[in-house]
């Protein structure tokens, strides 16, 4: 149960006191009502003895009576009656309520963090050692208030209000106060009268009640003096008379009202009567006054003065369960006038709250002093100690004896057996008789009943060891007599009594308690005096930590109280629902408390105690019983449960006109994820918006209220600024740019980024400015959002907003569009800009008045219908057009809320009955920061300003279309297409620019370029290059500057400037000019990324450029493959071949062969039916194709499907006068065509993509060559790694080659039935002598996973030379003739001269040497070639310069006829600065065979 003020010996020595009737005269009624108090009010605060008394008992044993209080009623007080106690116990317990605002109980309870609604008490579970003395502390402290005070009150207002019965006599009347004025003619004379009126009423038998506790009832005289208004001698002389007659213990001189009324008005005086005289309405001031008007609404009672609601008074009968009379006013006294001092208590039961709440309370005791609350605090001690204790223990003496000497047979009670009270029982009555409470009575002289009154004045003086002895034994005559009602209420007292006698020889019997319950309810049907015995039993099991066994107890008298009054024809709902409820919420406190707490009966019990104090009108406690429970179910998973108590708790809330709670409760159900059917989301739904209307009307807000639905996800709202893009139009295809339809990329946004700064650094002469911001069209969840976005004025801002309907039933949107608020500022000021006032749509959006001077700011686009399904996700795109230049935030989103039920239409009344209108914020978190220290410790969030752009002035607006752009092309083909600018804009547009990830995609041409014909349909049959008639002859050499197809350097260009007229693209202008493609070398889907970059003609801080984005997908399908060789010619030409001049020429220029190994790889998939080599060209500074050698008679190639033409051509060096100084960069293009057509390879398209070529991966220089041997020689040679890498670097040139060949082709294709042709370029590059390069590049091969490395490798060695490398430094050739004829009979010898030719290939010294003397050692070779001899010397030594070529005769001996070779010379070479000697390759070429014939 829940903690109290009182402990609870406290609370039960209170329930049961002494009893004191009061009986005034009218001259002393009128001294106390000069306070505004009657005479029992007046004790009342002061009826608490501070002092302890003192008595003995039979035994002669001091008794000591600690912190007693007595009662001081007026002689004819009536307890209420049935219907009177439902309304005043209603009304107590509906005063009553927590203070709001207060903090409030926090209990810990296992995961749980319970707000009890009062002052802060927290216990731990797993409870700690010393969780006893905490609830001691708090029981016991007067700083803790009770935790539900309107149970006290409740409790209290109960006990107080229970009728005095005839089985037992402690609310019997044990002494009455006689009191009389001094100002009376002859009070002794009034004291009489007074005295007889009393008697009568005790012992005439007219009245049966009151009820007297023993018929010699003390009478005390008072004499009340008026010291302001009376003559004190006189008083003092009537009290001497008094204590002559009545002795000085039975009478009393109070002396009060020591000041007037009027003086001392303004001194502040203590009023300790108004804790007692409005009890109820302490806890809350407020409450009080506001209960008369909500009790009609709340407590369904009426708001008389009587608090008898007419018909209540007339459909109820007012006899009391326990009452005994048969006319509920024949047992009273008569309100006489004179006695009407005396009834002033009647509807009301002791510390009920006064009647008019609606006047401020009377201000009471403005007469007394404190010495006057002294004499009254002293009057009330007087009387107890020296004439209510006294009386009381003279009666248990006087009852002790005569119950003992009735028989004569003991002087102790104590050994009373059965036998000493079997006499004055009521004559013989059957088993029925017996066994109905109500038809069996005592007399008043039976000795069951005295044993019972010794006990109760025993238990009243806190004699409790006696008075569980006498209730004991007069509970065992009663249940022997089968007196029910009698056994009952001895067993109750005597379990209490056992329970404050507290020794461990006697433990609380609880089962006296049990059984006296069940008798109660089962037996006599008296709840009343069952739910006494249920308050008292559960109160004491709390006290001893028996939680479980209490809840057990209030729990099943609720289920029992409600059985038997449904089944009584008495409608006692609403008291049983009260009484239910009460009990309820104590279990579940009882749950709450136990060791191990119980937290869902907690909750479980908090519901059901809710339902039953909302049925019982109890609206404010049953709210607060669903809020309490909530704290349990909440978040827990019990949706359900969680729906049903924040539906109740919406109601209750918008009946107690607390709209706002209401709001918050109905939206907890809408926001979560329920699992209610759709007809039910659909009554919740219409509910929340009937009471969200009803708080709108009620508070007259002018701003919006937050609506909880849809749900929006901020944070996935997306921001677009910019014009929606055209779609395309015929053969034009708009730029893609970026669109709100496209899925955000980090890495395709990081490409986007980098080209942008690439063209930036450009347009800025090569360095990015600090300054630089990547341009933002797009923002989301995933950007970079911490800088303010810039838009531009007149230019549309787009705000996609993500709302999800949680519900199953859909919603209906209306009137949609966007909050925001937008600061003016001038950015044209040089200064930084003047700020201007702030501007907000938010009454607009209230009223949905649309006005001009909004729109003229910034242009709202409203949605007029917008409606989402059950559990729909759907996106909702919002526009803004900014008409000023400043700073905009958008706040959120302002719509009208509807059920989206059919019918339901904005004009019908039942739609604007339930329509709505709101907003929701758009409140963005920003990513958390995780950078510094500070930050990792702690959690921070940047911000994320998405919503908030700034407005800067008119920009130039670029749009892209092409035209005749193709989807699909082969490896390498070449398309002319057209691209076509227009500035949209009002502002010109300057320095046009254009990037790409794939800059060999495509070219505008060079500035040199021909650009006839000038339009796309003109241009639609002509071919893509420039043609000129020419048969097949030798090669047509061009020299040609990189510079002018914009290569400055050895990298590709990535960034193509476009030229535009006077460098100016003017508003509402347009340029048309071509674009060449070429497909990819590689086959597949290949993703284009264009970044069209410009700039305004003004240069603003804000905004310095523009881009506009455009990704194509081009297809590549197969066309041919190329592979090539370059080979060493293996002949020098001899002097009978040409002139003297032009063999010095060729021999100083050198030449080598070409091999072109084409092959079609097409798959015929494009239609393609063959394929025809027209041209080969080839472009280098060094070398160049010279003429094509095939035999082949045909030269113009054709292949078909999967066949594969080999062409071989003679290149030659670049002639000396090609190479002079200005033109030491140039490129030589030689074209060698097959056809009749020659191609201009040297101009736009062709050279231009061969200088955008994908540059193949650049040869090691100064790495690990490919042989092994080199890596097997090193050695740890001295430090010569310049001298070295200089050799190395002359050595590689003798076998670099850096020519470029180009083969341009035609094919031919058939579409739709018509043949077309296209055209395409492949390129090769060859870089090395003897090693094969291929126009396709291969394929990488999977990467190995390599082991991470910390440290950096040691950067290896300048390797040496290989011997591959060095053995083509001299290149040789042997003239002979091809057949010699010998007459061997004649001569034996014959001798052929044999000239061998030596050229040094590299550009560097070379020392060389020949050797003769190799001779044959392979038997084939014996075999084959026979055997010969050379003449003259056997070894030569020689040094050729640079590039030198010498001639050396030789002579050659044959002894017989035969084919010999004569390939056996070998020739050593080495560089002059170094030692190491190789021998030549050409021991591996071709053997040199010559005929030797016999004549």
């Given at each position: 149960?829940?903690?109290?003020?009182?402990?609870?010996q406290?609370?039960?020595?209170?329930?049961?006191?002494?009893?004191?009737?009061v009986?005034?005269?009218?001259?002393?009624?009128?001294?106390?009502?000069?306070?505004?108090?009657?005479?029992?009010?007046?004790?009342?605060?002061f009826?608490?003895?501070?002092?302890?008394?003192?008595?003995?008992d039979?035994?002669?044993?001091?008794?000591?009576?600690?912190?007693?209080?007595i009662?001081?009623?007026?002689i004819?007080?009536?307890?209420?009656?049935?219907?009177?106690?439902?309304?005043?116990?209603?009304?107590?317990?509906s005063?009553c309520?927590?203070?709001?605002?207060?903090?409030?109980?926090?209990?810990?309870?296992?995961?749980?963090?319970?707000?009890i609604?009062?002052?802060?008490?927290?216990?731990s579970?797993?409870?700690?050692?010393?969780?006893?003395?905490?609830?001691?502390?708090?029981?016991?402290?007067?700083?803790?208030t009770?935790?539900?005070?309107w149970?006290?009150?409740y409790?209290?207002?109960f006990l107080?209000?229970?009728?005095?019965?005839e089985?037992?006599?402690?609310?019997?009347?044990?002494a009455?106060?006689?009191?009389?004025?001094?100002?009376?003619?002859?009070?002794?004379?009034?004291?009489?009268?007074?005295?007889?009126?009393?008697?009568?009423?005790?012992?005439?038998?007219e009245?049966?009640?009151?009820k007297?506790?023993?018929?010699?009832?003390?009478?005390?005289?008072?004499?009340?003096?008026?010291?302001?208004?009376?003559?004190?001698?006189?008083?003092?002389?009537?009290?001497?008379?008094?204590?002559?007659?009545?002795g000085?213990?039975?009478?009393?001189?109070?002396?009060?009202?020591?000041?007037?009324?009027?003086?001392?008005a303004?001194e502040?005086?203590p009023?300790?009567?108004s804790?007692?005289?409005?009890?109820?309405?302490?806890?809350?001031p407020?409450?009080?006054?506001?209960?008369a008007v909500?009790?009609?609404?709340?407590?369904?009672?009426?708001?008389?003065?009587?608090?008898?609601?007419?018909?209540?008074?007339?459909?109820?009968?007012?006899?009391?369960?326990?009452?005994?009379?048969?006319?509920p006013?024949a047992?009273?006294?008569?309100?006489?006038?004179?006695?009407?001092?005396n009834?002033v208590d009647v509807?009301k039961?002791?510390?009920?709250?006064s009647v008019?709440?609606?006047?401020?309370?009377?201000?009471?005791?403005?007469?007394?002093?404190?010495?006057?609350h002294?004499?009254i605090r002293?009057?009330?001690?007087?009387?107890?100690?020296?004439?209510?204790?006294p009386?009381?223990?003279?009666?248990?003496?006087?009852?002790?004896?005569?119950?003992?000497?009735?028989k004569?047979?003991?002087?102790s009670?104590?050994?009373?057996?059965?036998?000493?009270?079997?006499?004055?029982?009521?004559?013989?009555?059957?088993?029925?008789?017996?066994?109905?409470?109500?038809?069996?009575?005592?007399?008043?002289?039976?000795?069951?009943?005295?044993?019972?009154?010794?006990?109760?004045?025993c238990?009243?003086?806190?004699?409790?060891?006696?008075a569980?002895?006498?209730?004991?034994?007069?509970?065992?005559?009663?249940?022997?007599?089968?007196?029910?009602?009698?056994?009952?209420g001895?067993?109750?007292?005597?379990?209490?009594?056992?329970?404050?006698h507290?020794?461990?020889?006697?433990?609380?019997?609880?089962?006296?308690?049990?059984?006296?319950?069940q008798?109660?309810?089962d037996?006599?049907?008296?709840?009343?005096?069952?739910?006494?015995?249920?308050?008292?039993?559960?109160?004491?099991?709390?006290s001893?930590?028996?939680?479980?066994?209490?809840?057990?107890?209030?729990?099943k008298?609720?289920?029992?109280?409600?059985?038997?009054?449904?089944g009584?024809k008495i409608?006692?709902?609403?008291?049983?629902d009260?009484?239910?409820?009460?009990?309820?919420?104590?279990?579940?406190?009882?749950?709450?408390?136990?060791?191990?707490?119980?937290?869902?009966?907690?909750?479980?019990?908090?519901?059901?105690?809710?339902?039953?104090f909302?049925?019982?009108?109890?609206k404010?406690?049953?709210?607060?019983?669903?809020?309490?429970?909530?704290?349990?179910?909440?978040?827990?998973?019990?949706?359900?449960?969680?729906?049903?108590?924040?539906?109740?708790?919406g109601?209750?809330?918008?009946?107690?006109?607390?709209?706002?709670?209401?709001?918050?409760?109905?939206?907890?159900?809408?926001?979560?994820?329920?699992?209610?059917?759709a007809?039910q989301?659909?009554a919740?739904?219409?509910?929340?918006?009937?009471?969200?209307?009803?708080?709108s009307?009620?508070?007259?807000e002018?701003?919006?209220?937050?609506?909880?639905l849809?749900?929006?996800?901020?944070?996935?709202?997306?921001?677009?600024?910019?014009?929606?893009?055209?779609?395309?139009e015929?053969e034009?295809q708009?730029?893609?740019?970026?669109?709100l339809?496209?899925?955000f990329?980090?890495?395709?946004s990081?490409?986007?980024?980098?080209?942008?700064?690439?063209?930036v650094?450009?347009?800025?002469?090569g360095?990015?400015?600090?300054?630089f911001?990547?341009?933002?069209?797009?923002?989301?969840?995933?950007?970079d959002?911490l800088?303010?976005?810039?838009?531009?004025v007149?230019e549309?801002?787009?705000?996609?907003?993500?709302?999800?309907?949680?519900?199953?039933?859909?919603l209906?949107?209306?009137?949609?569009?966007?909050?925001?608020k937008?600061?003016?500022?001038?950015?044209?000021?040089?200064?930084?800009?003047?700020?201007?006032?702030?501007?907000?749509?938010?009454?607009?959006?209230?009223?949905?008045k649309?006005?001009?001077?909004?729109?003229?700011?910034?242009?709202?686009?409203?949605?007029?219908?917008?409606?989402?399904?059950?559990e729909?996700?759907?996106?909702?795109?919002?526009?803004?057009?900014?008409?000023?230049?400043g700073?905009?935030h958008?706040?959120?989103?302002?719509?009208?809320?509807?059920?989206?039920?059919?019918?339901?239409?904005?004009?019908?009344?039942?739609g604007?009955?339930?329509?709505?209108?709101?907003?929701?914020?758009?409140?963005?978190?920003?990513?958390r920061?995780?950078?510094?220290?500070?930050?990792?410790t702690?959690?921070?969030?940047?911000?994320d300003?998405?919503?908030?752009?700034?407005?800067?002035?008119?920009?130039?607006l670029?749009?892209?279309?092409?035209?005749?752009?193709?989807?699909g092309?082969?490896?390498?083909?070449?398309?002319?297409?057209?691209v076509?600018?227009?500035?949209?804009?009002?502002?010109?547009?300057?320095?046009?620019r254009?990037?790409?990830?794939?800059p060999?995609?495509?070219?505008?041409?060079?500035?040199?370029?021909?650009?006839?014909?000038?339009?796309?349909?003109?241009?639609?049959?002509?071919?893509?290059?420039?043609?000129?008639?020419?048969?097949?002859?030798a090669?047509?050499v061009?020299?040609?500057?990189?510079?002018?197809?914009?290569?400055?350097s050895?990298?590709?260009?990535?960034?193509?400037?476009?030229?535009?007229?006077?460098?100016?693209?003017?508003?509402?202008?347009?340029?048309?000019?071509?674009?060449?493609?070429?497909?990819?070398?590689?086959?597949?889907?290949?993703?284009?990324?264009?970044?069209?970059?410009?700039?305004?003609?003004?240069k603003?801080?804000?905004?310095?450029h523009?881009?506009?984005?455009?990704?194509?997908?081009?297809?590549?399908?197969?066309?041919l493959?190329?592979r090539?060789?370059?080979?060493r010619?293996?002949?020098?030409?001899?002097?009978?071949?040409?002139?003297?001049?032009?063999?010095?020429?060729?021999?100083?220029?050198?030449?080598m062969l070409?091999?072109?190994?084409?092959?079609n790889i097409?798959?015929?998939?494009?239609?393609?039916?063959?394929?025809?080599?027209?041209?080969?060209?080839?472009?280098?500074?060094?070398?160049?194709?010279?003429?094509?050698?095939?035999?082949?008679?045909d030269?113009?190639?054709?292949?078909a499907?999967?066949?594969r033409?080999?062409?071989?051509?003679?290149?030659?060096?670049?002639?000396?006068?090609?190479?002079?100084?200005d033109?030491?960069?140039?490129?030589?293009?030689?074209?060698?065509n097959?056809?009749?057509?020659?191609?201009?390879?040297?101009?736009?398209?062709?050279?231009?993509?061969f200088f955008?070529?994908?540059?193949?991966?650049?040869?090691?220089?100064?790495?690990?060559?490919?042989?092994?041997?080199?890596?097997?020689?090193?050695?740890?040679?001295?430090?010569?790694s310049?001298?070295?890498?200089?050799?190395?670097?002359?050595i590689?040139?003798?076998?670099?080659?850096?020519?470029?060949?180009?083969?341009?082709w035609?094919?031919?294709?058939?579409?739709?039935?018509?043949?077309?042709?296209?055209?395409?370029?492949?390129?090769v590059?060859?870089?090395?002598?003897?090693?094969?390069?291929?126009?396709?590049?291969?394929?990488?091969?999977?990467q190995?996973?390599?082991?991470?490395?910390?440290?950096?490798?040691?950067?290896?060695?300048?390797?040496?030379?290989?011997l591959?490398?060095?053995s083509?430094?001299?290149k040789?050739?042997?003239?002979?003739?091809?057949?010699?004829?010998?007459?061997?009979?004649q001569?034996s010898?014959?001798?052929?001269?044999v000239?061998?030719?030596?050229?040094?290939?590299?550009?560097a010294q070379?020392?060389?040497?020949i050797?003769?003397?190799?001779?044959?050692?392979?038997?084939?070779?014996l075999?084959?070639?026979?055997?010969?001899?050379?003449?003259?010397?056997t070894q030569?030594?020689?040094q050729?310069?640079?590039?030198?070529?010498?001639?050396?005769?030789?002579?050659?001996?044959?002894?017989?006829?035969?084919?010999?070779?004569?390939g056996?010379?070998?020739?050593?070479?080495?560089?002059?600065?170094?030692?190491?000697?190789?021998?030549?390759?050409?021991?591996?070429?071709?053997?040199?065979?010559?005929?030797?014939?016999?004549?």
């Amino acid at each position: 149960m829940a903690q109290c003020v009182q402990s609870v010996q406290e609370f039960i020595q209170d329930s049961f006191v002494p009893m004191v009737a009061v009986l005034c005269s009218e001259d002393a009624e009128r001294v106390t009502r000069k306070n505004n108090l009657t005479f029992p009010e007046l004790l009342r605060p002061f009826c608490r003895l501070t002092s302890e008394g003192h008595l003995r008992d039979p035994n002669n044993q001091v008794v000591v009576v600690k912190g007693l209080r007595i009662s001081v009623t007026g002689i004819n007080t009536r307890p209420p009656q049935t219907p009177e106690l439902q309304r005043l116990l209603s009304q107590a317990v509906s005063v009553c309520q927590p203070p709001e605002g207060s903090p409030g109980n926090v209990i810990t309870a296992g995961d749980y963090d319970l707000n009890i609604s009062d002052r802060t008490v927290k216990a731990s579970v797993p409870w700690y050692s010393d969780w006893k003395e905490t609830l001691t502390q708090l029981s016991s402290s007067k700083y803790f208030t009770a935790t539900t005070p309107w149970f006290e009150t409740y409790r209290e207002n109960f006990l107080q209000s229970m009728p005095a019965s005839e089985h037992e006599f402690l609310n019997h009347y044990l002494a009455c106060m006689l009191v009389v004025s001094s100002h009376e003619a002859a009070p002794t004379e009034q004291f009489l009268k007074l005295s007889q009126e009393q008697h009568r009423i005790q012992h005439s038998g007219e009245y049966t009640h009151p009820k007297w506790f023993i018929p010699n009832t003390l009478k005390y005289y008072v004499l009340l003096h008026d010291i302001s208004d009376g003559d004190e001698q006189r008083a003092d002389s009537a009290y001497e008379d008094m204590k002559q007659r009545y002795g000085t213990q039975g009478c009393y001189l109070l002396k009060i009202n020591s000041r007037s009324g009027s003086t001392g008005a303004d001194e502040q005086m203590p009023d300790p009567w108004s804790q007692y005289l409005h009890k109820t309405s302490m806890h809350n001031p407020e409450l009080y006054e506001e209960s008369a008007v909500n009790n009609a609404v709340e407590n369904n009672i009426g708001a008389e003065e009587d608090g008898l609601d007419p018909s209540v008074r007339d459909g109820i009968s007012e006899t009391h369960p326990l009452q005994l009379d048969q006319s509920p006013d024949a047992g009273y006294p008569s309100n006489s006038a004179s006695q009407s001092v005396n009834s002033v208590d009647v509807t009301k039961p002791q510390k009920q709250a006064s009647v008019t709440p609606h006047t401020p309370p009377t201000p009471r005791g403005t007469c007394l002093t404190l010495n006057d609350h002294d004499h009254i605090r002293q009057f009330i001690q007087e009387f107890t100690f020296r004439g209510l204790l006294p009386h009381i223990e003279k009666n248990i003496r006087q009852l002790n004896d005569q119950l003992v000497s009735r028989k004569g047979l003991s002087r102790s009670l104590f050994t009373a057996t059965k036998k000493l009270f079997g006499g004055g029982k009521v004559p013989e009555k059957s088993i029925a008789e017996l066994k109905n409470t109500a038809g069996l009575l005592y007399p008043s002289e039976a000795p069951e009943l005295q044993i019972r009154k010794m006990a109760d004045l025993c238990f009243l003086v806190q004699h409790y060891e006696l008075a569980y002895n006498c209730y004991h034994t007069a509970k065992k005559d009663f249940l022997s007599d089968q007196a029910m009602l009698y056994a009952a209420g001895a067993l109750e007292m005597a379990a209490v009594a056992a329970f404050l006698h507290n020794t461990a020889a006697r433990p609380y019997p609880a089962h006296y308690m049990d059984t006296a319950i069940q008798t109660y309810r089962d037996g006599c049907k008296n709840m009343l005096l069952a739910e006494r015995c249920c308050l008292l039993s559960a109160e004491i099991l709390k006290s001893q930590a028996k939680y479980s066994d209490a809840a057990t107890l209030l729990i099943k008298m609720t289920s029992e109280v409600n059985h038997i009054f449904m089944g009584e024809k008495i409608s006692l709902n609403e008291d049983s629902d009260l009484r239910s409820a009460i009990l309820l919420e104590q279990a579940a406190h009882c749950f709450i408390n136990m060791r191990s707490p119980m937290v869902r009966k907690f909750a479980f019990h908090m519901i059901l105690a809710g339902h039953r104090f909302s049925k019982a009108g109890q609206k404010r406690h049953a709210l607060r019983c669903y809020c309490q429970a909530l704290q349990v179910y909440k978040g827990k998973g019990w949706s359900l449960a969680e729906d049903h108590i924040n539906f109740t708790i919406g109601r209750q809330s918008f009946t107690l006109r607390q709209p706002e709670n209401a709001v918050a409760a109905f939206r907890h159900i809408l926001i979560n994820d329920s699992k209610q059917s759709a007809v039910q989301q659909a009554a919740f739904l219409r509910e929340y918006l009937y009471v969200f209307k009803s708080m709108s009307q009620l508070t007259g807000e002018s701003s919006l209220p937050q609506l909880p639905l849809p749900c929006l996800h901020s944070s996935q709202t997306r921001v677009f600024f910019g014009h929606e893009r055209r779609l395309a139009e015929g053969e034009k295809q708009a730029a893609t740019h970026v669109t709100l339809d496209q899925e955000f990329d980090r890495d395709l946004s990081q490409l986007w980024r980098e080209l942008e700064e690439q063209v930036v650094a450009v347009a800025n002469r090569g360095t990015v400015p600090i300054t630089f911001q990547p341009s933002q069209c797009f923002l989301n969840s995933q950007t970079d959002n911490l800088r303010y976005p810039l838009a531009v004025v007149e230019e549309p801002i787009i705000v996609e907003v993500v709302f999800r309907n949680p519900l199953k039933v859909p919603l209906a949107l209306s009137a949609l569009s966007l909050l925001w608020k937008f600061t003016l500022k001038d950015f044209s000021d040089p200064q930084g800009g003047k700020t201007g006032e702030t501007i907000t749509n938010e009454k607009e959006a209230v009223s949905l008045k649309e006005t001009t001077a909004l729109n003229d700011i910034i242009d709202t686009q409203v949605i007029p219908e917008f409606t989402i399904s059950p559990e729909e996700t759907k996106v909702a795109r919002l526009k803004l057009l900014p008409r000023k230049t400043g700073e905009l935030h958008v706040l959120g989103v302002v719509y009208n809320l509807d059920t989206g039920e059919v019918g339901n239409s904005e004009g019908s009344p039942a739609g604007d009955l339930m329509c709505v209108r709101g907003q929701q914020n758009l409140e963005i978190q920003g990513p958390r920061l995780n950078v510094t220290k500070e930050e990792k410790t702690s959690v921070r969030y940047g911000s994320d300003r998405r919503l908030d752009p700034i407005i800067t002035p008119p920009m130039p607006l670029l749009e892209v279309f092409f035209i005749n752009f193709p989807t699909g092309l082969l490896c390498g083909e070449i398309r002319k297409a057209w691209v076509e600018f227009v500035n949209v804009s009002a502002v010109p547009l300057t320095g046009l620019r254009v990037a790409s990830t794939h800059p060999e995609f495509f070219t505008f041409g060079s500035a040199t370029s021909d650009l006839t014909p000038v339009t796309p349909t003109a241009a639609e049959h002509c071919s893509a290059y420039k043609t000129v008639s020419m048969p097949p002859s030798a090669a047509t050499v061009t020299l040609v500057s990189p510079a002018v197809f914009g290569v400055t350097s050895g990298d590709r260009p990535v960034v193509a400037e476009i030229p535009l007229s006077q460098g100016v693209l003017g508003p509402g202008e347009a340029l048309q000019i071509p674009l060449w493609l070429r497909g990819p070398d590689r086959e597949g889907v290949h993703e284009i990324n264009f970044l069209f970059y410009y700039e305004s003609i003004e240069k603003t801080a804000k905004l310095s450029h523009r881009v506009l984005r455009h990704t194509a997908f081009i297809c590549a399908s197969r066309s041919l493959s190329v592979r090539a060789t370059a080979s060493r010619s293996n002949t020098l030409h001899g002097r009978e071949r040409e002139t003297e001049e032009g063999r010095g020429r060729e021999e100083k220029n050198g030449s080598m062969l070409v091999f072109v190994d084409v092959e079609n790889i097409n798959t015929s998939e494009a239609g393609v039916r063959e394929f025809h080599i027209v041209q080969v060209s080839s472009s280098s500074r060094q070398w160049r194709l010279h003429k094509c050698i095939n035999p082949v008679g045909d030269k113009d190639s054709k292949l078909a499907s999967r066949e594969r033409g080999k062409l071989c051509f003679k290149a030659t060096r670049c002639r000396t006068e090609e190479a002079t100084s200005d033109a030491a960069e140039k490129y030589t293009f030689a074209d060698l065509n097959l056809g009749n057509e020659q191609i201009v390879s040297s101009t736009t398209p062709c050279a231009d993509f061969f200088f955008r070529r994908s540059l193949p991966a650049e040869p090691r220089r100064g790495g690990v060559s490919a042989g092994g041997a080199s890596q097997m020689q090193r050695h740890n040679l001295p430090p010569q790694s310049g001298i070295d890498e200089s050799v190395t670097n002359i050595i590689r040139k003798c076998s670099e080659v850096e020519l470029d060949i180009i083969v341009l082709w035609k094919a031919y294709v058939v579409e739709d039935n018509k043949q077309l042709i296209l055209e395409g370029q492949l390129h090769v590059a060859l870089q090395t002598i003897g090693k094969e390069a291929c126009s396709l590049s291969q394929k990488e091969e999977t990467q190995e996973m390599v082991l991470l490395k910390f440290k950096p490798d040691i950067p290896p060695p300048v390797s040496k030379p290989s011997l591959e490398q060095l053995s083509h430094l001299i290149k040789t050739c042997l003239h002979y003739p091809e057949s010699y004829d010998h007459p061997f009979p004649q001569k034996s010898l014959c001798m052929v001269p044999v000239t061998l030719t030596l050229s040094n290939c590299s550009l560097a010294q070379v020392d060389v040497i020949i050797d003769l003397r190799h001779k044959t050692t392979s038997p084939e070779s014996l075999e084959v070639h026979g055997s010969f001899s050379w003449l003259g010397q056997t070894q030569y030594k020689l040094q050729l310069q640079a590039q030198e070529v010498y001639t050396l005769s030789l002579k050659a001996c044959f002894f017989q006829a035969g084919v010999y070779n004569l390939g056996t010379p070998r020739v050593f070479a080495k560089l002059a600065q170094t030692s190491a000697m190789c021998e030549t390759s050409q021991q591996s070429a071709m053997p040199a065979l010559i005929i030797i014939n016999s004549v």
